[in-house]
């Protein structure tokens, strides 16, 4: 990339603010704007980021306004944005995310992880493996990696791990050497028309993997290698054995069967991600698999998911999970754990398309608690949809106790349960009130 100055119009999301500490630290200048700051701004700024929370020209510095100035910007950015509608009329160079991370990735020998489920846990594994086996690489992940407390890391050139988000059809920018695709399910009703459509474009990510795709057997898609933890697969788990703090099993490859591996993951859902993780690993030539697997029992993991703390005489699981399928996988983790316990949810839906979409998926899940309590519906990019709140979600949940509440009332209601088991889950701002000082996680 030949420019070396940068305005990002959404620098605080998980996905922008990776690429910008990656430019930062390559030596570009960069300046930022967002609704407001958080801690993943901050440290930006600390590194040299010039940033603004206003929509106000006034507030760029001149040199920021110029024609040589490479513009970057999510998906969830209007066109009705004061920055992108002055720099698209000075016909600037204009990249969404996507775009600019299929330029980083060009250089290196790309690792790209897609799925509806799973991408960022899988990132964080692969790249918690490499750093520890030194090797040269950098990655940009989907959650704040416990340990490093960040979203990048960087070692060196040769490789690089992506997130391959599929919303807005992303992850087609990306021309992948290898690729792992955890999942396909029905997600972003507002970019696909349906399951078949999702589909097809997971088969043009797949067919522009220029080496290994990688892919859970039961997903419908053209792949050289599967994996499973429920079957038979070219790559499986085998012989898992759970504890409070992680999972043993043996991993069976095409050509080998390694036993006794310790992983330090909860639930089924994140040994999944595991055994993706280690499939790809396996793939690539110049890796040698078992030296990678010791590093398996000190993976810290990624913040909010299945941050597990103590509080009193109850327990919290804090989690990113938004979608149906990730609540249920959730569920029978605590299940797993923590057996016949009651259990509550707290539960901020996220966007309004896909609680539209998804209502009924949600009722079920949601259902499977004994006690449920509903924020608002948070809208991230989207605008309100007549007839979809969080109210007609709630009388569609078959519990006795059921409730929307707000996100300052959030404390008072894990006082006041009576569950022993409290859900924290969503993909929008409900943690911010939370005071997790108050708990431990020994």
């Known amino acids: 990339m030949s420019y070396n100055k940068y305005f990002f119009i959404g620098v605080g999301g998980i996905g922008m603010s990776s690429i910008a500490n990656y430019l930062i630290d390559t030596k570009n200048i960069v300046f930022g704007y967002d609704r407001s700051s958080n801690k993943l701004v901050d440290k930006l700024i600390g590194d040299g980021l010039q940033f603004t929370d206003k929509q106000d020209l006034g507030l760029v510095p001149k040199d920021f306004l110029d024609d040589n100035v490479i513009v970057v910007y999510t998906p969830a950015i209007k066109n009705d944005n004061v920055f992108l509608d002055f720099f698209s009329k000075k016909r600037n160079k204009i990249l969404k995310r996507s775009e600019i991370l299929g330029q980083i990735s060009a250089n290196s020998k790309c690792i790209a992880v897609a799925g509806t489920h799973g991408k960022t846990s899988t990132t964080a594994i692969l790249s918690h493996l490499l750093y520890f086996n030194q090797v040269k690489f950098k990655s940009f992940v989907g959650g704040i990696m416990k340990g490093f407390d960040s979203n990048y890391l960087s070692t060196g050139d040769e490789y690089v791990i992506v997130e391959a988000d599929e919303y807005d059809r992303s992850f087609l920018a990306l021309d992948p050497d290898y690729s792992v695709i955890t999942s396909i399910e029905k997600d972003h009703l507002d970019i696909y028309d349906d399951l078949e459509s999702i589909l097809a474009s997971f088969s043009i990510f797949s067919d522009k993997t220029k080496k290994s795709v990688i892919a859970e057997k039961d997903i419908n898609i053209k792949k050289d290698y599967s994996f499973s933890i429920d079957q038979d697969a070219d790559y499986s788990a085998i012989n898992i054995k759970n504890d409070l703090n992680g999972i043993n099993f043996d991993f069976k490859t095409p050509n080998n069967l390694i036993s006794n591996i310790y992983a330090k ?17 396996d793939q690539i030539e110049e890796f040698n698999l078992e030296e990678f697997l010791p590093y ?76 449920v309590y509903l924020l608002d519906i948070y809208p991230a990019r989207e605008k309100p949809i007549n007839g979809i709140t969080s109210e007609v979600l709630l009388n569609k949940i078959d519990v006795s106790k059921k409730e929307i509440i707000k996100k300052v009332n959030i404390n008072d209601v894990i006082n006041q349960t009576n569950c022993k088991i409290i859900s924290i889950l969503g993909a929008g701002d409900l943690t911010f009130n939370l005071n997790k000082k108050k708990f431990t996680n020994e």
């Open 265 to 281: 993951v909860i639930g089924k859902h994140n040994l999944k991600n595991v055994i993706s993780a280690l499939a790809l690993i």
């Open 296 to 371: 398996l029992s000190k993976f810290q993991g990624i913040e909010r998911r299945m941050d597990i703390y103590k509080y009193k005489d109850k327990v919290i699981v804090d989690d990113y999970a938004h979608h149906p399928t990730e609540i249920k996988s959730i569920i029978d983790a605590i299940d797993s754990i923590f057996q016949d316990r009651s259990k509550a949810v707290i539960f901020q839906p996220h966007l309004y398309t896909r609680t539209r979409d998804l209502m009924e998926d949600f009722a079920k899940v949601l259902s499977c608690f004994h006690e």
